[in-house]
């Protein structure tokens, strides 16, 4: 029988290398995400602390602008110059220092929190509830493209509501900073900055990927995935806080707090000092983060192995 009349078509297109496999599932597993409304929901809350910091830096400048003045009309309410930049400057620091970039880390973290939850099954879950696995292991494909792929998926979102908004705020800052003398003093000056800002972005990315794929595996539904996930992070931040500010156990209790774990570890990479006699050691969290991480990899390995691929 001929060819043509199976309706098989030869592939016209280029060959590459199996590692562009990847690029394919990370590319599903992100437009099943992004057809849905509730993540659009959910992003626009996150982005309201974003907006927040952005326009608090315009309005510090503003503000700064304004000394001379008694009071200032800021709406309907009229305010002292001098209080107003102690409030956004000292109390919010937004001066464009680590300390603005570790406060906007830590509370757009939240929302990271509820959109990793919500996208865990979805994202993972459904390939072993519904069978599609073997689907993709059945291709020229090995279970690390797999896992990298579904990962990459993860980083695009983690990054997407950390590190670029982050990006765009420290750029925002260098270009309206009044204490500096030219346009690029903040940027030359703050290159380290820059670095840590990516190596809290990485923090996140590598730790919160591992563990969302893992637990999607493991869970694959979408409401013990809101469970565990609240466990980890919500759950077990309250019980560090009671066992060691309430009952006063040993700091390194509050280890068990994977987030503020992560926080700790990316204080240290934007160069602020942790100062507090109740928390445990920089070393001691990213070691707790580098297990965990491990921990996760050999289950991932393990569990994608476990399934039946006919090729």
Not at 213 to 232: E, H, N, Q, S
Not at 248 to 253: A, Q
Not at 288 to 299: K, N, P, Q
Request: hydrophobic share 55%; aromatic share 16%; charged share 15%.
């Amino acid at each position: 029988m001929a060819v043509s009349l199976l309706h098989y078509r030869p592939w016209r297109g280029q060959f590459r290398a199996t590692e562009w496999g990847i690029w394919p599932i990370a590319r599903t597993a992100l437009w099943m995400i992004l057809r849905r409304k509730l993540f659009w929901v959910l992003y626009a809350f996150g982005l309201l602390i974003f907006f927040m910091f952005f326009f608090g830096q315009y309005m510090l400048a503003w503000a700064t602008s304004q000394m001379a003045e008694q009071t200032v009309r800021v709406g309907a309410v009229r305010a002292e110059p001098e209080r107003l930049v102690h409030l956004l400057r000292e109390v919010l620091r937004l001066d464009g220092t680590a300390y603005t970039y570790r406060n906007f880390f830590w509370y757009q973290g939240y929302m990271v929190m509820i959109v990793l939850a919500f996208t865990g099954s979805i994202l993972v879950g459904n390939d072993f509830q519904f069978g599609s696995l073997p689907f993709y292991l059945a291709k020229p494909l090995g279970r690390w493209h797999y896992l990298l792929g579904k990962c990459l998926a993860v980083a695009v979102f983690v990054n997407l509501m950390t590190t670029l908004p982050a990006l765009i705020l420290f750029v925002q800052y260098g270009l309206i900073d009044p204490d500096s003398p030219t346009t690029f003093s903040y940027f030359i000056g703050s290159r380290w900055l820059l670095v840590g800002i990516l190596g809290y972005g990485l923090l996140l990315t590598v730790c919160l990927s591992l563990m969302l794929v893992a637990a999607a595996t493991w869970l694959r539904r979408t409401v013990p995935m809101i469970m565990t996930w609240t466990t980890l992070f919500v759950f077990f931040r309250l019980l560090a806080f009671t066992l060691v500010d309430g009952f006063h156990y040993d700091p390194r209790v509050r280890l068990i707090d994977l987030w503020n774990d992560t926080y700790l570890v990316g204080n240290f990479c934007l160069g602020n000092e942790v100062i507090h006699a109740v928390e445990p050691a920089v070393y001691q969290a990213a070691l707790v983060l580098g297990a965990l991480s491990l921990l996760c990899l050999i289950y991932l390995n393990q569990r994608i192995r476990a399934v039946e691929v006919v090729r």
